[in-house]
């Protein structure tokens, strides 16, 4: 090969490198004139509720959360009972996000009938990106319920107040992967009257875990403590053990649980079942999202 | 031999276009960007009709070799219903493994000498959805406009199991197999 052909294919060549990383420089051109993307994780749970209790997640703005929560009897009341199919309570819900950070719902739940309002605000938000990142998200929860039932007693039907009762929560979540969220939440619960020899105020913690075996599967697990002060016999901790289908606006929970209460105010304190007895609780919640106002941005 | 190579008419060439290349003279390269073009896909289906909206494209397009890439953010697509955003990011695009769509292709035959009218010629490439690469021809029209922008609009139509992107069945009727994929970018030369 003399030196002039030589040269010529090193030309050749070279323009040919040249053209061929022209393409990947066009691009990365373009990557850099991109907005950047704050990368805010769309959602550390399917649905606001674990299973009994509020995860992280708010609705986005406009949209209306039509949820029916639904329980079985006890699964050990026996076959008279048909096993719990018999019996059920419920509640239903109307929620709607206000803006993509805040929530307000109402709720009417046949235990006890229990008319409850709530309020949830999104304060931080998880965020994996170059430019910045956040290790999770935080919401704020409150809410409050009032127990209608009919009583004889003189004390509470003098002066309604006596029924109010008002749960507040911090929630900070994260998701870990594509498959893992957990969430820890503080919770106090304050009952305007309370039980004899018991505080109004009672305090505990919730834990709950999504482990999504699917895009459109997850399998939830949600427990609440009471710290040992507010332990009061003959009521246990909540543990409920359920599975989230996806199917775009709508999702099903279906849902074992020890609390027969649908409310933070009736399965935090007053969850009366036992596991290990038997006394569970079958149901589900279903969640239906309808769209009010369209996307201005479209 | 160096000596050899410096008094040679080669080197000059050489010379001439490696500068051409490297410093690329505004006459020699004309780059035009765009930013901000509208992209929009629409699906047609039984049970309900989705559009979404990016306006977020950006391209480029260097008239000396018909060069042309276009990048668009797969998270700036808004939809009518917010809730269908999360699921299109999470559930069909995936877009936190692939976050971007692009094309990288060229335009056929060079560009036209005279574009104030509208000119149709075709962009043949390589779309990038989804994490797959798949050839695409599309049929663009050209038109600068008295503001100096070159306006590229056009459409095509992308069949989505082409791209791996999965429907379950039980949202069979929601979502059609092929989406038509419009855009309309403006392009101003740079210097």
Redesign the interface.
């Known amino acids: 090969m003399n030196?002039?052909t030589f040269?010529?294919s090193l030309?050749f060549l070279?323009?040919a490198h040249?053209?061929l990383q022209?393409?990947d420089d066009?691009?990365s051109?373009?990557?850099s004139?991109?907005?950047v993307?704050p990368g805010y994780v769309?959602?550390i749970f399917k649905s606001t509720r674990i299973l009994n209790s509020h995860s992280v997640e708010t609705l986005?703005?406009?949209?209306l959360d039509f949820r029916i929560s639904h329980r079985f009897g006890k699964l050990n009341s026996g076959a008279y009972n048909f096993f719990g199919l018999d019996e059920a309570t419920i509640r239903l819900g109307l929620e709607y996000g206000l803006t993509?950070r805040i929530t307000v719902g109402i709720g009417r739940s046949s235990y006890q009938k229990t008319f409850d309002g709530y309020f949830k605000t999104k304060l931080l938000r998880q965020r994996n990106s170059k430019e910045g990142a956040f290790p999770f998200s935080l919401t704020w929860f409150s809410n409050m319920a009032i127990n209608t039932l009919r009583t004889d007693d003189a004390l509470l039907n003098a002066n309604k107040s006596y029924e109010y009762r008002y749960a507040h929560q911090l929630i900070i979540a994260r998701r870990f992967s594509?498959f893992f969220s957990f969430q820890v939440a503080p919770i106090l619960i304050h009952t305007n009257l309370a039980e004899t020899n018991q505080s109004n105020d009672a305090f505990a913690i919730g834990g709950g875990s999504g482990f999504n075996v699917s895009?459109?599967i997850s399998f939830n697990i949600d427990y609440v403590y009471r710290l040992p002060d507010n332990q009061y016999k003959p009521y246990t901790n909540s543990l409920s053990l359920g599975v989230d289908i996806e199917?775009?606006?709508h999702v099903f929970q279906l849902i074992v649980t020890n609390s027969q209460g649908i409310i933070e105010q009736v399965f935090v304190p007053k969850t009366e079942g036992l596991w290990s007895n038997g006394d569970l609780f079958y149901g589900f919640n279903i969640s239906r999202?309808f769209?009010l106002k369209?996307?201005k941005?479209? | 031999?160096v000596p050899?190579?410096i008094n040679t008419s080669?080197f000059k060439l050489?010379t001439i276009?490696?500068a051409g290349?490297v410093i690329c003279a505004p006459a020699f390269c004309q780059v035009y960007?765009g930013?901000n073009g509208k992209v929009k896909f629409f699906s047609e289906a039984p049970l309900e009709n989705i559009?979404a909206?990016s306006n977020?494209a950006?391209?480029?397009f260097?008239a000396t070799?018909g060069?042309v890439?276009?990048?668009i953010?797969i998270?700036?697509f808004?939809?009518?219903?917010?809730?269908m955003r999360?699921?299109f990011?999470?559930?069909y695009m995936e877009s936190?493994k692939y976050?971007?769509a692009?094309f990288?292709g060229k335009l056929e035959g060079g560009i036209p000498e005279n574009v104030a009218e509208d000119k149709v010629v075709t962009v043949s490439g390589k779309l990038n959805l989804h994490g797959i690469i798949q050839e695409q021809n599309i049929q663009v029209t050209l038109k600068t406009d008295a503001n100096g922008f070159l306006n590229v609009t056009g459409k095509f139509r992308i069949r989505l199991i082409d791209h791996k992107i999965k429907i379950?069945r039980?949202?069979f009727k929601?979502i059609a197999e092929t989406v038509e994929v419009s855009f309309e970018l403006k392009l101003k030369q740079t210097e």
């Open positions: 030196s002039f040269l010529a030309l070279s323009i040249f053209q022209a393409q066009l691009l051109d373009l990557r004139d991109q907005n993307d769309p959602s986005h703005k406009g949209n993509d594509r895009k459109r199917t775009g606006g999202q769209n369209k996307n941005k479209m | 031999m050899w190579i080669v050489i276009l490696v290349f960007k930013k559009e909206v977020e950006n391209s480029v260097k070799t060069a890439a276009v990048l953010p998270r700036s808004v939809f009518d219903k917010t809730l999360d699921h990011n999470e559930t936190n976050p971007e692009t990288v379950p039980i949202v929601n």
